[in-house]
Structures are given as structure tokens and as C-alpha cells.
T-cell receptor
Framework: EAGVTQFPSHSVIEKGQTVTLRCDPISGHDNLYWYRRVMGKEIKFLLHFVKESKQDESGMPNNRFLAERTGGTYSTLKVQPAELEDSGVYFC????????????FGPGTRLTVL | LAKTTQPISMDSYEGQEVNITCSHNNIATNDYITWYQQFPSQGPRFIIQGYKTKVTNEVASLFIPADRKSSTLSLPRVSLSDTAVYYCLVMMDTGRRALTFGSGTRLQVQP
């Protein structure tokens, strides 16, 4: 069974540009999460989808970040415009049951904003 | 939200048993204790979870005393491939599903 996949694995952009990260969860997992680790700090939660609905977006840092999950399958996270402080690793995770404490993480997308 | 405290780093040698202790003094009644492992350039991976006493799986054991204010992750006979960061998380049984990661414990296994 394929795990959580993320694309791209690396992205280097200039400040002010737009970047879109993609996450494909494990097939059949209704729950999809986005996390990020910036500048060597701790991994922080961004938001949680249940199918196509945003269940919890309390971790989204500001309105430059837009997450979507149309159709309840893959998800995209768009950063527009990107700022230097957005550099870091963005992780996606999925789980089958909402109550599950076992989330399956992807390898992450390393974003560098110059 | 229960805060967790664990050692920043630990060193061990192949074949030894490693015990990583996590403090969570303000753990709530409905909180579960969960441990994740993260290898370099990978996302975190669930290892084990428990509520009280002892839980064992093919990877590790988790010991939780009666007061639940701490927990110990035990890795039997570590190998070089166990070199990773280990995170202790406290999570409610229901409600918000966001995982709250601390700094973790960086385990270095030497040959």
C-alpha cells in the first residue's frame, strides 16, 4: 500500500513568488493534516481536513496560506506571496479514523524562500 | 494542553536497551500518551501509544506509572538504524486532533 506522498520534495523560490505544495494521502483516509517545521523549530500543526471540509485551521499562520482539498482526495497548500520566514519543511499526514492518534506522515516538502 | 519534557539527546551503543523518559505533569484524565520516531529527511512515524501501565509492540514498550505524570519509552537492543529523534506527545481521546510536537529526544546509536 502506498504511503503519503508529497510533491515536490524540494522547492526554491524567491520572495514574493507563489508556491503550491501537493499532498496525496493514503487511499481511503478521510483525515488529512498539514504541519510545518520552520527554521529548526518544532513541528507545528497548520490545519486538518475531514474529507473536503476544514475541521481545524487554527494553526494557519496568516492569509497568505490557502489549503484546499477538493473532492476529498489530494490536498494543496498554496503560499502567496511567499516570505523568507516561510522557509522550512512542510509535512502532510493522513489518518483513517478521526479519533486515531496514529497519523501517517509523508516525507515532507522542503521550501526555501530566497 | 499538557506540556511534555524530555531529554534533548541521548547516546547509546548497539545492542543496548534505551529508555527515554518523558514528563507530562499536567496530563488530563482523557489524555493518551503517544510516541513518534523521526529519521532524517523523513516525516514522523507513529511508534506506540498508551493510557496506563504497560504497552508493548514489535518495536518498543511503553511504561506509564499509576499517576501518569511521566512515561518511559523502552527500545530493546538498539541498532544503528534506531538513530532518530523520538517525540513524546500527549493527546486527548476526542476533540482537537492536531499533534503537538516538542523538541524531542535525539538518540544517537554508536557501533
Amino acid at each position: 500500500e502506498a504511503g503519503v506522498t508529497q510533491f515536490p520534495s524540494h522547492s526554491v523560490i524567491e520572495k514574493g513568488q507563489t508556491v503550491t505544495l501537493r499532498c496525496d494521502p493514503i487511499s481511503g483516509h478521510d483525515n488529512l493534516y498539514w504541519y510545518r517545521r520552520v527554521m529548526g523549530k518544532e513541528i507545528k500543526f497548520l490545519l486538518h481536513f475531514v474529507k473536503e471540509s476544514k475541521q481545524d485551521e487554527s494553526g494557519m499562520p496568516n492569509n497568505r496560506f490557502l489549503a484546499e482539498r477538493t473532492g476529498g482526495t489530494y490536498s494543496t497548500l498554496k503560499v502567496q506571496p511567499a516570505e523568507l520566514e516561510d522557509s522550512g519543511v512542510y509535512f502532510c499526514a493522513s489518518s483513517q479514523e478521526t479519533r486515531s492518534r496514529e497519523q501517517f506522515f509523508g516525507p515532507g516538502t522542503r521550501l526555501t524562500v530566497l | 494542553l499538557a506540556k511534555t519534557t524530555q531529554p534533548i539527546s541521548m547516546d547509546s551503543y548497539e545492542g543496548q536497551e534505551v529508555n527515554i523518559t518523558c514528563s507530562h505533569n499536567n496530563i488530563a484524565t482523557n489524555d493518551y500518551i503517544t510516541w513518534y520516531q523521526q529519521f532524517p529527511s523523513q516525516g514522523p512515524r507513529f511508534i506506540i501509544q498508551g493510557y496506563k501501565t504497560k504497552v508493548t509492540n514489535e518495536v518498543a514498550s511503553l511504561f506509564i506509572p499509576a499517576d501518569r505524570k511521566s512515561s518511559t519509552l523502552s527500545l530493546p537492543r538498539v541498532s544503528l538504524s534506531d538513530t532518530a529523534v523520538y517525540y513524546c506527545l500527549v493527546m486527548m481521546d476526542t476533540g482537537r486532533r492536531a499533534l503537538t510536537f516538542g523538541s524531542g529526544t535525539r538518540l544517537q546509536v554508536q557501533p
